[in-house]
């Protein structure tokens, strides 16, 4: 069984280290057996998250300042009208942190489709891409860790945010492709609280993701 807890959405946001804390808090309710697996979603104040893997060329030139996290990735963007999950699910054995990422990607792409999104994959890159009229766009982003064989951090949906963050850093280290919004893709303001129900649902409803 999986559990959706939902927390600050605007105007309510979470600072990203309270975020932090929760999940951490839930994450060893979950490794501990306390708690069912969980799904939180949330939205965060502004900030650049940088993943282990982000290059000291890579963050902005501005001072911005930026949170290292222990996840997966390069760096990234989170603020309003972002839409944040964090999965914190068991994992079987053996763990494969790539079939995860598939999974959270295939979720997402059904979720986006029901708001009229056409996501799909794109090889050797995570997360869930559009394709526009000029460009190849990532809507959401995803960076995990693995700790204790339960999952942490998770994915990002741009729904109503502005870009302009992104044009300040190489986004998930990825410099020949753009980041687009699901408002921006169909033409009408979809915020987080509108895609809530929709991720909510799919996630609740996957019989691999409950099963994993």
Same mark, same amino acid.
């Given at each position: 069984?999986?559990?959706?807890?939902?927390?600050?959405?605007?105007?309510?946001?979470?600072?990203? +280290?309270?975020?932090?804390?929760?999940?951490?808090?839930?994450?060893?309710?979950?490794?501990?057996?306390?708690?069912?697996?969980?799904?939180?979603?949330?939205?965060?104040?502004?900030?650049?998250?940088?993943?282990?893997?982000?290059?000291?060329?890579?963050?902005?030139?501005?001072?911005?300042?930026?949170?290292?996290?222990?996840?997966?990735?390069?760096?990234?963007?989170?603020?309003?009208?972002?839409?944040?999950?964090?999965?914190?699910?068991?994992?079987?054995?053996?763990?494969?942190?790539?079939?995860?990422?598939?999974?959270?990607?295939?979720?997402?792409?059904?979720?986006?489709?029901?708001?009229?999104?056409?996501?799909?994959?794109?090889?050797?890159?995570?997360?869930?891409?559009?394709?526009?009229?000029?460009?190849?766009?990532?809507?959401?982003?995803?960076?995990?860790?693995?700790?204790?064989?339960?999952?942490?951090?998770?994915?990002?949906?741009?729904?109503?945010?502005?870009? +302009?963050?992104?044009?300040?850093?190489?986004?998930?280290?990825?410099?020949?492709?753009?980041?687009?919004?699901?408002?921006?893709?169909?033409?009408?303001?979809?915020?987080?609280?509108?895609?809530?129900?929709?991720?909510?649902?799919?996630?609740?409803?996957?019989? +691999?993701?409950?099963?994993?």
């Amino acid at each position: 069984m999986l559990d959706v807890r939902v927390e600050g959405l605007s105007p309510d946001l979470i600072p990203y +280290a309270e975020g932090w804390l929760l999940q951490r808090r839930i994450h060893a309710d979950v490794v501990a057996n306390r708690r069912e697996d969980t799904l939180l979603l949330l939205e965060h104040e502004a900030v650049y998250t940088a993943g282990k893997r982000t290059e000291p060329h890579e963050r902005p030139r501005d001072g911005t300042p930026v949170v290292d996290v222990d996840r997966g990735g390069k760096i990234t963007w989170h603020g309003p009208g972002q839409l944040v999950g964090y999965p914190i699910l068991r994992l079987t054995e053996p763990v494969d942190v790539v079939a995860h990422v598939r999974r959270l990607e295939r979720l997402l792409i059904e979720a986006l489709r029901v708001h009229g999104v056409d996501g799909y994959r794109v090889d050797g890159r995570s997360g869930v891409w559009v394709r526009r009229p000029l460009s190849e766009d990532k809507i959401a982003a995803i960076g995990v860790r693995v700790e204790s064989g339960v999952t942490m951090h998770g994915f990002a949906v741009n729904c109503t945010n502005s870009l +302009a963050p992104f044009r300040d850093i190489i986004p998930c280290g990825i410099s020949d492709a753009g980041v687009t919004t699901v408002s921006e893709v169909i033409g009408a303001v979809v915020s987080p609280a509108d895609l809530v129900p929709t991720i909510a649902h799919v996630f609740a409803a996957d019989d +691999a993701l409950v099963a994993a």
